[in-house]
């Protein structure tokens, strides 16, 4: 399912215009990634939460030369699904 798509299924369980449910659609994402840049969780109930994680520095390898490389400390966005999302896959 891509950006269309979604706005076609908020169209039909809504019965809005195409401006509206894409007026919707670029609220909810503009909200969350708001919200997300903040460092505040997002949880939609039903569906899951996401959160803003830091990954700290670390080691690694680059693979064809096998010399050590450092990677830096980053931000990275996880996903944790609920309870009745796992359920329904």
């Keep these: 399912m891509n950006r269309k798509d979604l706005i076609l299924q908020i169209m039909k ?10 007026k919707a659609l670029n609220a909810l994402i503009e909200g969350i990634k708001a919200s997300l840049k903040k460092g505040e969780r997002v949880t939609l109930s039903g569906f899951g939460s996401f959160e803003v994680k830091i990954r700290n520095p670390r ?5 064809k030369t096998g010399e050590e490389v450092a990677i830096p400390r980053k931000k990275r966005i996880k996903f944790n699904p609920s309870r ?4 329904l896959l």
Excluded: I, M, Y
């Excluded at 369980?13 to 894409?22: L, P």
């Design 13 to 22: 369980e809504a019965g809005v215009t195409t401006s509206q449910a894409t």
């Design 59 to 63: 080691k690694g390898r680059n693979p």
């Design 84 to 87: 009745s999302l796992k359920e």
